[in-house]
């Protein structure tokens, strides 16, 4: 598996992600995505969109705003529940959360060797002394304080003027947004249960201890789903909203693996009791093995009616579902998916992330699936100094770029341009060359076909340019390699 650092160090050099306001010393829990990340980000969350809203006919979508009536938070319990417990060392002030204590090295200064300093692995005991943390990881040397509850909301204020009526948050979760508006979309869509709402958007908390490159941050993105289902109802014997938390979780687990997830990097995790948030009958959350370590990906929760009805109380207005059949009011339950958008990218990109050797040169190539690939085609000129060649090519970057992202290099040999694709992870690369223009000194007539290159094979195919981009098209729509290069004939 590859090391945080290693991918920390290939998203500063590529483009990918950058630390925010960096000229000024950087903040720890704040990214930026470069060029690549934000074609990266949005390649994820156009999948996740179109299969999770648009192509399902159960599913309807949203873009609430983030900042909500203040009341919102009240009711949803996140202003008295949404917290952390939070211990501060006495002597460095370093703060921490109390239960991940045990999550990290410690410092240990060791009376059994004269006092020596030693970094120690998280949660183990001193080979030399038996001793066990009690002070602050970070300094090995202060007391830490007795924990205190701190709310990981962002308040700000809305307008002008800074007083208890006007404050707001910012949102911790999109979800909110899909409650609150759960009586519009059901009416101005006309939908029946079970149907869900989707949205993709960002959320703030003031984590305590964030960290681990964009894992922990404290303003991320959030893909969320919040699907309804009438509690009365039975699919299969079971009860709808049990039938229907399994297939979430199997949906979610397929999606990951179909863009490209190893299923041995993936597995799940269920909430015990303690575990459980308040709102909860069952979460199970879909772990990956990060460089950090199996961790949560992102969680499917079984949130019942507790959100609905909360609002219901606090607003006043009934939110609940007419059944038909029944001829009875209900409130639905809430099955909850609720991924990352920050934390997928970083697990695509270290599943991705391979060193090879070629030819007796070591090739670092992002084996991205090609529908998330932040380059979908390099177009490159076998010969610089060769006008006609540069201006097919060119014309051909032009002509893809309105279908596919696209980009034209031309600044090194070709062998080095590969790399250089390789390395981000760019699906296939389009080369221009003699061939293909023709050379009239040498009384060779134009052929008019250029060489696609795929990135994973490293072979080539050769195609005229009418076909290319339906050829281009085909690969990033699902056609196997294989087949087209069976069907086109290798170059
Ligand atoms: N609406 C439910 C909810 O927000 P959550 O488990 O707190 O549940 C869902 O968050 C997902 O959001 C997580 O699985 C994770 O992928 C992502 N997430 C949560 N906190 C994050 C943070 N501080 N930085 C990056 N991603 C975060």
Redesign the pocket.
């Given at each position: 598996m590859v090391s945080m650092d290693t991918l920390v160090s290939l998203c500063k050099r590529r483009g990918f992600v950058f630390q925010s306001s960096e000229i000024y010393g950087g903040t720890g829990s704040c990214w930026d995505y470069g060029p690549l990340g934000v074609e990266l980000k949005n390649k994820i969350k156009q999948a996740w969109w179109r299969d999770f809203v648009q192509r399902r006919a159960d599913m309807v979508g949203l873009d609430a705003s983030i900042l909500m009536h203040s009341m919102v938070w009240k009711a949803s319990g996140h202003v008295d529940h949404f917290t952390d417990p939070m211990v501060d060392c006495r002597e460095c002030r370093h703060r921490f959360r109390a239960d991940q204590l045990d999550e990290v090295p410690w410092v240990h200064y060791c009376p059994a060797t004269k006092g020596n300093k030693f970094t120690i692995p998280a949660a183990e005991a001193c080979s030399h002394c038996g001793g066990r943390r009690t002070l602050c990881p970070d300094c090995g040397k202060g007391e830490l304080t007795a924990p205190r509850q701190f709310n990981l909301m962002f308040k700000t204020f809305m307008g002008p003027v800074e007083e208890d009526a006007a404050v707001t948050y910012l949102r911790?979760?999109?979800?909110q947004g899909i409650f609150v508006n759960f009586e519009n979309v059901q009416q101005s869509m006309r939908r029946k249960l079970p149907f869900g709402i989707g949205q993709i958007g960002k959320?703030f908390?003031n984590?305590i201890t964030?960290g681990n490159f964009?894992?922990?941050?404290?303003e991320?993105e959030?893909m969320?789903i919040e699907y309804f289902v009438n509690p009365h109802d039975t699919v299969d014997g079971r009860p709808a909203d049990e039938h229907w938390h399994d297939r979430w979780i199997a949906d979610c687990l397929a999606w990951f693996q179909r863009y490209g997830l190893a299923a041995e990097n993936l597995r799940l995790h269920e909430h015990d009791r303690a575990e459980l948030a308040h709102y909860s009958k069952r979460t199970a959350?879909l772990q990956y093995r990060f460089p950090i370590g199996w961790s949560?990906?992102?969680?499917i929760?079984n949130r019942t009616d507790f959100d609905l009805k909360q609002h219901a109380k606090w607003s006043g207005k009934a939110l609940t579902y007419f059944d038909e059949e029944r001829k009875e009011h209900v409130v639905p339950y809430v099955i909850?998916p609720?991924?990352?958008v920050?934390?997928?990218l970083l697990a695509f990109l270290a599943d991705a992330y391979r060193e090879e050797e070629v030819r007796g040169e070591k090739r670092v190539v992002l084996r991205f699936h090609p529908e998330l690939a932040p380059i979908s085609v390099a177009v490159l000129p076998l010969l610089k100094k060769r006008g006609d060649i540069v201006r097919t090519a060119l014309t051909i970057r032009d002509e893809l770029s309105r279908r596919f992202t696209t980009v034209y290099d031309d600044t090194a040999a070709i062998g080095r341009l590969y790399r250089r694709q390789d390395e981000v992870g760019t699906a296939y690369c389009v080369t221009v060359d003699v061939q293909t223009v023709g050379d009239t000194d040498k009384g060779e007539a134009a052929d008019g076909k250029v060489t696609i290159r795929d990135r994973d094979s490293m072979e080539q195919i050769r195609v005229t340019a009418s076909q290319l981009g339906g050829v281009v098209g085909d690969l990033l729509g699902g056609q196997r390699w294989a087949e087209v290069a069976a069907e086109v004939g290798r170059a």
């Open positions: 911790p979760e999109t979800a959320a908390r984590e964030p964009i894992f922990r941050t404290r991320f959030q969320e959350d949560e990906l992102m969680g929760a909850e609720s991924a990352g920050d934390r997928a």
